[in-house]
């Protein structure tokens, strides 16, 4: 079944305690995006990648970095977490910028 | 630089009531538009697409014409049902982009009540 997982779907921390997202997708695609979804803001693209070791900024990038060492995988990493980080955050995948984007199911931070 | 803009909401609506939600853009090029669906505590999926001028996507009985000339894609549905409440966002695809973005807009969040 072609889609993309995120891990964990949960997860509460606190202010400075490093965490990773993961991120997989099965269907060998080259662009992928992460996105964070706050309440009447909608859906901002914190970075993607557009193949292997081919990264670059979205529109909020401040306080995350990312990797793509492999084409399945791109992880999300936040260095030192801080509460504005707290939101709603989704993988996505796609084959070219013309075609549908396949979204993980999401992964809910709280950083207290 | 390329970008959508959505009606905001929230929508409230009765069942079997008609159903629009407006969405224009600015692009460079000939872009490819989408509508995808979020329903409560799940991820986005991809409601609907056009690829070109005049294409008119469809699925799900929802429908949305791809307007070159007034630069629109609003998405329309003749009989909503309760099942249909969901955010729902409007998406812009760069054709051939270097950068590889999909632009969303802010989202509409539609309730239907029996």
């Known amino acids: 079944e072609a889609q993309v997982t995120q891990n964990p779907r949960y997860l509460i921390t606190v202010t400075g305690k490093k965490l990773t997202v993961t991120c997989s997708q099965n269907?060998?695609?080259?662009?992928m995006s992460w996105y964070r979804q706050d309440p009447g803001l909608g859906l901002r693209q914190i970075y993607y990648?557009?193949?292997?070791?081919?990264?670059d900024k979205g529109d909020v990038p401040e306080g995350y970095k990312v990797s793509r060492k492999e084409k399945r995988n791109f992880p999300l990493i936040l260095e030192s977490p801080s509460p504005n980080q707290t939101s709603l955050y989704f993988c996505?995948?796609?084959?070219?910028?013309?075609?549908?984007?396949?979204f993980g199911p999401g992964t809910r931070l709280t950083v207290t | 630089g390329d970008s959508v803009t959505q009606m905001e909401g929230p929508v409230t609506l009765s069942e079997e009531a008609f159903l629009t939600i407006n969405c224009t853009y600015t692009?460079?090029?000939?872009?490819?538009l989408f509508w995808y669906v979020q329903y409560p505590g799940e991820g986005l999926q991809l409601l609907l697409k056009?690829?070109?001028?005049?294409d008119k996507g469809s699925n799900k009985g929802f429908e949305a014409t791809y307007r070159k000339e007034t630069t629109s894609f609003h998405l329309e549905k003749g009989s909503v049902q309760v099942s249909d409440s969901a955010v729902y966002f409007c998406?812009?695809?760069?054709?051939?982009?270097?950068?590889?973005?999909?632009?969303f807009g802010r989202g509409t969040q539609l309730t239907v009540w029996p």
């Open positions: 996505a995948s796609r084959r070219d910028s013309s075609y549908e984007q396949y």
């Open positions: 269907m060998n695609h080259e662009y």
């Open positions: 990648s557009m193949n292997v070791e081919v990264t």
């Open positions: 692009a460079t090029g000939y872009p490819s």
């Open positions: 056009a690829t070109k001028a005049d």
């Open positions: 998406a812009l695809g760069a054709r051939g982009s270097t950068l590889g973005r999909l632009y």
